[in-house]
């Protein structure tokens, strides 16, 4: 059977019509240029780096909020919303930190750009830019998602600190996200803390057994039982990343710098979180951790980077789904 020029011309059209209306909405790196008179990214960039400079909390913060809301219907906002029921609310984000850093974000982005870019974009380009500005490398960051119109606490259901391995890897597989770089999406312990009501457990009566966790370090258990006494009433900060935090470690304190130093200290049973220490000697990670542990330093950036883009596409909003929110706090017209 003969095919006219004209039917074949037309189903290439049909054909490409089709495939620009699957793109359209997904993300891109450099989604707002054109859209916007000014560098939207920069605008981000030029209130988050100082701020880094001057609370190094800062870093952490974000890495957390940014897992935290990806984790939660995916990467649409939703942690941001405030409300009696909001995922805020939920007891894992009590403690969630940075949304007056998103505001200022927002806000400066709202002067030139009204309407434009969603509360989703900021948190992903402020994490970058955090990370950045804590020695953790400049990465390229897609944007284009759209904000969440729902958030409710009973929707949250996070990995905890000493879940296994095992469980770990399958709430991350759950989103799409391999084993591999579940080990690099971890790696953001490098920056921040815990607090002792966290690992008291690990340090005085682990599994019931009325002493610490076998596969922590002696003389970390050590100086962890100086930091958190077991009759204390004051629930301390640890570092999560123990590389020159101690007397036994000499150099500078890695705590504020993201970097490959805490694979090392895994490495040598020196993980505060059970989950940490873990990965470093289960079967399954193992050799993620020792190969991130004993490669150069931008070894570990790339690897994280990656990670980190891929967490920032987990069930996103694009197109016309949800809203771009006015305040990040809100959904508009509440």
């Known amino acids: ?101 998103i505001d200022l974000a927002k806000a400066a982005i709202e002067k030139s750009c009204p309407g434009l870019v969603s509360c989703a974009d900021v948190v992903v380009m402020a994490t970058r830019d955090a990370v950045a500005a804590s020695k953790g490398g400049w990465y390229s960051v897609q944007t284009g998602r759209r904000d969440g119109l729902v958030s409710l606490a009973k929707n949250v259901n996070l990995p905890g600190p000493s879940i296994s391995v095992e469980n770990s890897a399958a709430i991350f597989n759950s989103k799409g996200i391999s084993i591999e770089d579940m080990v690099y999406l971890l790696g953001g312990h490098t920056v921040g803390v815990t607090h002792c009501s966290v690992i008291k457990n690990r340090l005085y009566n682990f599994n019931n057994t009325g002493t610490n966790d076998p596969t922590m370090q002696p003389v970390l258990a050590f100086f962890l039982k100086l930091k958190c006494p077991q009759t204390s009433t004051v629930d301390n900060t640890v570092d999560l990343d123990q590389g020159g935090s101690s007397l036994v470690i000499g150099g500078e304190p890695t705590s504020e710098i993201v970097d490959n130093s805490f694979y090392k200290q895994i490495v040598f049973r020196r993980g505060v979180l059970g989950i940490d220490q873990a990965l470093a000697l289960n079967q399954l990670t193992k050799d993620t951790v020792d190969k991130v542990a004993f490669s150069s330093n931008d070894y570990f950036l790339t690897k994280f980077h990656q990670a980190m883009v891929k967490l920032g596409a987990v069930e996103v909003l694009t197109g016309t789904q949800g809203e771009i929110r006015k305040s990040c706090r809100a959904i508009n017209n509440s």
């Open 1 to 101: 059977m003969k095919v006219s020029a004209a039917a074949v011309a037309l189903a290439f059209a049909l054909v490409l019509a089709n495939f620009a209306d699957q793109s359209h909405g997904a993300l891109q790196e450099g989604f707002y240029k054109g859209k916007c008179n000014v560098d939207v990214e920069k605008i981000v960039s030029d209130i988050i780096t100082p701020l880094v400079g001057q609370q190094p909390w800062i870093t952490p913060a974000l890495l957390r909020m940014q897992f935290h809301d990806c984790f939660v219907n995916g990467c649409d906002a939703s942690i941001l919303l405030d409300g009696s029921s909001s995922e805020k609310t939920a007891i894992p984000n009590q403690s969630v930190r940075g949304y007056d850093v």
